[in-house]
């Protein structure tokens, strides 16, 4: 099964509390927050891997588990395979909802997808389903393994309950599968794709800094 974390970074905001989970994570993690210019990149790159290190040692997981990690804003997000399958993909994706980039949609998003998106009423509407859109194409995308490398217009998917992709490239003929979350009072959109079907329809919140 995946599971997914979500966690609150604002309190590695503060200079006490970043130092004392910087000086946690690996060198490669240290030096990747080094490179962030301003504090929200630093917490976002500490407190991703730092959640993945809680998770692995709450829940007893090995390092060989798939996992993939995201963060936007004030929050940072982990998806896990607890099962440690050999061949799994798993990605996760979350952004902050603001306001819809059109150009991008219409450039980079299927004709259908961003017709959906047109379809939609100015403002609310068309923000949650941009947004809808972008975390799972990313999240698809990251369990691909090929990020951004992967062009966006070659798989198309299916809004849905859940959301389905109805073409994907040759390259990647397994079946990929979908689970979206949103919580109360978070204007984010968050979604994870794997290979594995069985994804926990309820995201943990548990683990803080």
């Not at 974390?5 to 000086?23: G, S």
Request: charged content about 30%; glycine content about 6%.
């Amino acid at each position: 099964m995946i599971e997914t974390w979500i966690a609150d970074i604002t309190p590695l905001y503060n200079e006490e509390c970043y130092r004392k989970y910087y000086m946690q994570v690996p060198n490669f993690r240290k030096e990747k927050a080094d490179r962030m210019r301003f504090q929200n990149g630093k917490a976002q790159s500490v407190g991703a891997w730092s959640l993945l290190e809680r998770i692995r040692k709450e829940y007893g997981i090995s390092e060989r588990a798939a996992f993939n990690l995201s963060h936007s804003g004030d929050y940072v997000l982990c998806s896990v395979d607890m099962d440690c399958g050999e061949d799994t993909q798993v990605g996760c994706d979350i952004e902050f909802v603001d306001e819809p980039n059109m150009k991008i949609a219409k450039r980079f998003f299927c004709p259908s997808e961003y017709g959906v998106i047109l379809g939609q009423k100015p403002g609310d509407g068309q923000k949650n389903v941009f947004y809808r859109f972008w975390v799972l194409k990313e999240s698809f995308m990251k369990a691909t393994r090929k990020g951004m490398a992967l062009d966006m217009k070659s798989f198309e998917i299916q809004l849905g309950s859940p959301s389905v992709l109805t073409k994907k490239p040759e390259e990647f003929p397994r079946n990929y599968f979908y689970q979206e979350y949103e919580l109360s009072g978070i204007p984010y959109k968050i979604a994870v794709c794997s290979t594995v079907r069985e994804m926990n329809p309820k995201i943990h919140t548990e683990l803080r800094f």
